[in-house]
C-alpha cells in the first residue's frame, strides 16, 4: 500500500534557525496536505498543494510540492518559539477510487529553544 | 460555527470490551472521517463517511465498524478491544468527500488494560 515518509524525525534548532522537514511518497498524489499538531493537541490544517511544482507561501513557511507529484517539503524561515510541534504531511493517492484516504507521515517534530 | 467535538476525551476499557466513540461535525460538513494515532506516530485512517455511506477504509479489521447519521454525527465502534488498540482517536469532517482540507476535532484517548 501507500507509504509516506518524512525525514527528518526530530530537529532541534536555536530560534531564528531556519527548519526544513520533508516528506516522500511512493506512489503518485493527487494532493499534498500539511498539518501541524502543537503538544497534547490534534493535528490543525496549514495548506494543500494540488499541482506539480506548486509552491505556496504563508508568512514565514514556504511549501513545495515535487514536479513527479511523490514529494514534498515545508521550510519555515527564522523559527520562533510558537513553531513548536509536530508537522504531518499527509497525501491522497492519484487515481482510482482514494478519495479522502489521507496517508499521515509519521511526522518532524520540532523543538525551537529561545 | 461550532467546530469538531468528540466524547467521550478519555476512556480506560479491559481487553475484550466494545467501545463507542462520538463525533459532531463542522456545521455545513457532510464528510467526517476517523483516524488512529498511537503514540509518536501520524494519523492512521481508519475510514470515511459520506453522507450516512462508508466511503473508504484502511487497513483496519471488520471489529472497527462506524455510522453517520442524518445530522452527519458519527459514531466510531470497536468490538473485542485489544491493547494495541490503545491510541488517540481522531474525528475529522470536511466539507466533502474528496481532497478538503480536515477539521480535527480534539480526540478521544482511549486505554484499553
Known amino acids: 500500500g501507500q507509504q509516506v515518509m518524512q525525514i527528518p524525525q526530530y530537529q532541534h534548532v536555536q530560534e531564528g534557525e531556519d527548519f526544513t522537514t520533508y516528506c516522500n511518497s511512493s506512489?503518485?498524489?493527487?494532493?499534498i496536505q500539511w498539518y501541524k499538531q502543537r503538544p497534547g493537541g490534534h493535528p490543525v490544517f496549514l495548506i494543500q498543494l494540488v499541482k506539480s511544482g506548486e509552491v505556496k507561501k504563508q508568512k514565514r513557511l514556504t511549501f513545495q510540492f515535487g514536479e513527479a507529484k511523490k514529494n514534498s517539503s515545508l521550510h519555515i524561515t527564522a523559527t520562533q518559539t510558537t513553531d513548536v510541534g509536530t508537522y504531518f504531511c499527509?497525501?491522497?493517492?492519484?487515481?482510482?477510487?482514494?478519495?479522502?484516504?489521507?496517508?499521515f507521515g509519521q511526522g518532524t517534530i520540532l523543538t525551537v529553544h529561545p | 460555527e461550532t467546530g469538531v467535538t468528540q466524547s467521550p476525551t478519555h476512556l480506560i476499557k479491559t481487553r475484550g470490551q466494545q467501545v463507542t466513540l462520538r463525533c459532531s461535525s463542522q456545521s455545513g460538513h457532510n464528510t467526517v472521517s476517523w483516524y488512529q494515532q498511537a503514540l509518536g506516530q501520524g494519523p492512521q485512517f481508519i475510514f470515511q463517511y459520506y453522507r450516512e455511506e462508508e466511503n473508504g477504509r484502511g487497513n483496519f479489521p471488520p471489529r472497527f465498524s462506524g455510522l453517520q447519521f442524518p445530522n452527519y454525527s458519527s459514531e466510531l465502534n470497536v468490538n473485542a478491544l485489544e491493547l494495541d488498540d490503545s491510541a488517540l482517536y481522531l474525528c475529522a469532517s470536511s466539507l466533502a468527500r474528496g481532497a478538503y482540507e480536515q477539521y480535527f476535532g480534539p480526540g478521544t484517548r482511549l486505554t484499553v488494560t
Open positions: 506512489t503518485t498524489l493527487s494532493n
Open positions: 499527509a497525501g491522497i493517492p492519484a487515481g482510482g477510487t482514494s478519495y479522502g484516504k489521507l496517508t
